[in-house]
Every structure is written in C-alpha cells, then in structure tokens.
C-alpha cells in the first residue's frame, strides 16, 4: 500500500542502476506509476503543469525501468534505471550537482564524479578553469587535444616507459571524457556499447560450442 501525501502524490528518487548515483527528484500519482509499471520507462506527474509527463518525451533522455521500491514507511518511492542521455534539464548528468558541502579528504575518485564535474564546469564555466576554456573553444580544440594525448600514449609506451604512459592514458582519459560531455555522450552510453558487444561474443562463443 503506497501512501500518496494530501495531494495524491508520493516523491520518487531516480537512481542510476550501473553507477549508484542519485540522478533527480520527481512526483508520481497512482496513474503515472501504473504508466511506468505497464511502459517500463519513468512517467512522472508535474505539480507546476497539473498533468503527466514521460521523462525525455522532448529531449529523448528516456530512463528505462529496473527496480521499483518503496520505504519503510510508503511515501518515497526509489526507482533504479538505466539513463540514456542526461538526467536534467540543465545538461548536466545529474540535477544534484550545486555541491554545499563536500569532505574532500574522505570523498572516493570516480569516473562518474569526474564526468559530473565536467558537466558542471561546462554549465557554470567558472573562470580560470582549464576545463572551461577547452569548453569555451569548442569542439574542435577537444579533438586536436585528444589527437595530441593519444600520440603521447603511444610515445610512452614505446619508450615502454610504464609511468609515463599511465601518466599520458590518464591526460587522454580526461580529454576524451571533456569530448563526452561536450557532444552529450555520457558514461552509460559507453558502458551499454561495451555490453552489447560482450553480449555478441558470448552468443558467438556460445554458438561455436554447439
């Protein structure tokens, strides 16, 4: 039993299902979530418009459906999905991203956190950020960047110089992920390309044996 507020509405946290992170906050009513449940992908109601909306019904930016799950207590509902594209409106792949407290020392590195960084400095650009002025730019100057690292990495690995390449593969991972963030692909886009084709290789193998 779902316990809907007074206006017949329970908040719905939209996580990532591959990274773990917190994605968006939206409102659902009985019909939207029956919508989600029947169509597998997140439809939401918006309190400002009064009516229903299927997230990336304009931007194309669907969530597919994994795992629905409620509280202890019936009125947070967590919905796990699979993103394709970005999460909010802003561009940004994340709508928690206007950080107001952050324990740098005990915070992990991730690719996810990078790639929201990234998306940040894009959106806000802050000045004196090398990130926004590749971003500033364009897309142009991102290309000759990663074309520069790539030829670093293989430079370094043909000196077979182990930390100067690790050194180079991580200036050409950064650069490739500013290219990412700039032309809108983001890291499950990348992550779901490299399950189908192990999905492929697996039914090849598969086959190979019969």
Not at 64 to 80: F, G, H
Not at 172 to 188: C, F, G, K, R
Request: proline share 2%; aromatic share 8%.
């Amino acid at each position: 039993m779902i316990n809907f507020n007074e206006a017949g509405l329970i908040p719905a946290i939209v996580q990532d299902f591959h990274t773990r992170e917190v994605l968006m906050l939206a409102y659902m009513n009985e019909e939207s979530i029956n919508i989600t449940k029947e169509e597998g992908y997140t439809c939401f109601y918006s309190r400002s418009r009064k009516r229903l909306w299927r997230k990336g019904e304009e931007s194309g930016h669907k969530q597919q459906v994994i795992k629905m799950s409620l509280d202890c207590d019936a009125d947070t509902i967590l919905i796990e999905v699979v993103q394709t594209g970005v999460a909010c409106h802003t561009g940004a792949p994340s709508c928690f991203f206007n950080i107001e407290f952050e324990n740098v020392d005990k915070a992990p590195f991730s690719t996810q956190g990078l790639y929201t960084l990234l998306s940040d400095r894009k959106v806000r650009k802050p000045e004196g950020s090398y990130t926004t002025y590749l971003f500033e730019k364009g897309k142009e100057k991102i290309l000759k960047k990663v074309g520069e690292e790539a030829t670093e990495v293989i430079i370094g690995a043909m000196k077979n110089d182990k930390q100067e390449t690790i050194y180079e593969i991580a200036d050409l991972a950064y650069h490739t992920m500013v290219l990412m963030v700039e032309m809108d692909i983001s890291i499950n886009d990348i992550k779901n390309e490299l399950s189908s084709r192990h999905i492929i290789d697996k039914k090849i193998k598969q086959e190979s044996l019969k």
